[in-house]
C-alpha cells in the first residue's frame, strides 16, 4: 500500500479507521516516514506498560479507601454491653444487671472470687451482655476477694456496673455456713427378726461441726442391702447387717454405720425374758414372795442346776432368801450368743453380773457383793409348747456364783 505521507489529512483518516496509532502518527507527522515493523513492537510493549503502571495505581488507591469504609463501618456497628459502654449504640438505654451464681455457700475463714460471678447486662430491647469491668462493695470485701467471717451467716454483697454514665446494681449474698466434721448414731445399732422391718426415721443423726457445736439433722440418706427409702427389710437369715448413714453440707459429706443384728424371733423372746428377770429381781420394793414367783415363771418346772440334778423347789428357795436378805442393785442377765441344738432347744451363752447389799438389821452372811459370774454359764431355754422357759444351766448357788 502506498500512502502520501505529506498529506497529514490522509494520516489522521489513517488513526481515525485503526491503521495506525496515535504514537504511529507521531512518527509520521515528525518523520514523514511511515513506522517500521520494529518501531510497531516497540510502541505496543510501551502501551502495556503504560496500562499495567495506570492498574497498579488505581489498586493503591482503592485498597486504602476500602480499609478506611471497613473500620468507618465496624465503629458505626460496633454495640455498647461488655466493655465499660463506650462503643453503645444511641438506640439501646442500659437497664439492669444480672448475677450467676446470685448466692454461695463458703466455710468460715475461707475466701471467695467474685470475679467468678457472671455479670450479665440488660437493654431495653431485651438484649444482653456479659461485662467485666463491675466493681464490689459489702463488709470483708477486698477487689474482687471476698473474706469470709468465722462466724456462720447471710452477708450481701453489692455489684455495680457504670454504662454511659447510667449505674445498675445488684445483690450477691454470701452465706457463711460451719463445715460439719463426724456424724453419729442414737441408737447406732438395732436387732430384727428374720423377714422383719425396721423403720431408720426412727435414728437420731446428730452432726458435729469444727467449733464442737451439734445439731440433729433429718435429711440424711441411708444405703446398704435391704434399704427402701427409710425402711430397712431384714433377710430371712441370721446374720449382721451394716447399713450406712450419710450426711452432706456444703459439698462435704460425713458417714456413720448402723449395725443391724438380724435374729430368730425366739432370740427376741429369750432377751426379753431376761430383761424381764433382771427387772423382777431389783424391784426391792415389791415383796421377796411377789419377786420369787414372777421370777420363777421364766423356769421350766423341771429345772436341773448346774450339776444335772433337778432342783426346781431348791432354785426358788434360794431366790426367795435372797431377796429377804438383801438389796438387789443388780441381777443381769446378758445374752452373748445363741446355739440351736434342737428346734425347741436354745443354748444361750450369757455374761451374768450381780450387785447386792445387805439389808439393814440382817445378821450373817455377806455385807455386800459385786459378782461378775465366770466363765460366762452356758443357760439351756427350751420351748414347751407356749413358752420359752429355763431348762438347766444358771447357776445360783453360792459356789457356783463363787461368792
Avoid at 460366762?376 to 444358771?394: A, E, Q
Wanted: with cysteine; charged share 15%.
Amino acid at each position: 500500500m502506498f500512502f502520501h505521507l505529506a498529506n497529514f489529512e490522509t494520516v489522521a483518516t489513517l488513526v481515525d479507521v485503526g491503521i495506525f496509532t496515535k504514537r504511529e502518527t507521531s512518527i509520521v507527522m515528525k518523520n514523514k516516514t511511515r513506522p517500521t515493523e520494529c518501531d510497531r513492537v516497540r510502541f505496543s510493549e510501551e502501551k502495556n506498560a503504560q496500562e499495567k503502571d495506570i492498574k497498579v495505581k488505581r489498586t493503591k488507591i482503592i485498597i486504602p479507601v476500602v480499609i478506611v469504609l471497613s473500620l468507618v463501618m465496624a465503629i458505626l456497628g460496633c454495640g455498647g454491653g461488655g466493655g465499660g459502654g463506650t462503643g453503645s449504640t444511641i438506640s439501646k438505654t442500659f437497664s439492669s444487671i444480672s448475677l450467676n451464681p446470685a448466692s454461695a455457700i463458703i466455710i468460715p475463714g475461707d475466701t471467695y472470687e467474685l470475679a467468678s460471678v457472671t455479670v450479665t447486662a440488660t437493654y431495653d430491647d431485651a438484649s444482653t451482655a456479659i461485662v467485666k469491668n463491675v466493681s464490689w462493695s459489702g463488709t470483708s470485701v477486698s477487689g474482687t476477694i471476698f473474706t469470709c467471717p468465722t462466724i456462720p451467716g447471710s452477708h450481701s454483697l453489692t455489684c455495680s456496673y457504670t454504662e454511659n454514665g447510667v449505674t445498675k446494681s445488684a445483690v450477691f449474698v454470701a452465706t457463711v455456713q460451719k463445715k460439719p466434721l463426724g456424724v453419729s448414731l442414737n441408737p447406732a445399732s438395732a436387732t430384727v427378726v428374720t423377714g422383719g422391718t425396721y423403720n431408720l426415721a426412727s435414728v437420731a443423726v446428730t452432726v458435729t461441726y469444727e467449733d464442737l457445736s451439734t445439731a440433729i439433722v433429718t435429711n440424711a440418706s441411708w444405703s446398704g442391702t435391704g434399704i427402701s427409702g427409710l425402711t430397712f427389710a431384714a433377710p430371712t437369715i441370721t446374720g449382721s447387717v451394716p447399713l450406712t448413714c450419710s450426711y452432706t453440707e456444703i459439698g462435704v459429706t460425713k458417714t456413720a454405720v448402723f449395725t443391724v443384728n438380724v435374729v430368730r424371733p425366739e432370740e427376741i423372746l429369750i432377751r426379753g425374758n431376761f430383761a424381764s428377770m433382771s427387772s423382777i429381781l431389783e424391784n426391792n420394793a415389791a415383796t421377796s414372795v411377789a419377786r420369787t414367783n414372777a421370777f420363777m415363771n421364766s423356769i421350766d418346772a423341771g429345772f436341773l442346776d448346774v450339776s444335772g440334778t433337778p432342783n426346781y423347789q431348791d432354785l426358788s428357795s434360794a431366790m426367795q432368801s435372797r431377796c429377804d436378805r438383801y438389796t438387789i442393785n443388780a441381777y443381769r442377765f446378758t445374752a452373748k450368743s445363741f446355739a440351736f441344738t434342737a428346734t425347741d432347744t436354745i443354748q444361750v451363752t450369757t455374761k451374768m453380773y450381780i450387785n447386792i447389799v445387805r439389808k439393814p438389821g440382817i445378821q450373817g452372811g455377806m455385807s455386800a457383793a459385786e459378782i461378775f459370774v465366770t466363765p460366762d454359764p452356758k443357760i439351756i431355754w427350751k420351748f414347751n409348747g407356749t413358752s420359752w422357759l429355763i431348762k438347766s444351766g444358771l447357776p445360783y448357788k453360792s459356789s457356783e456364783l463363787s461368792i
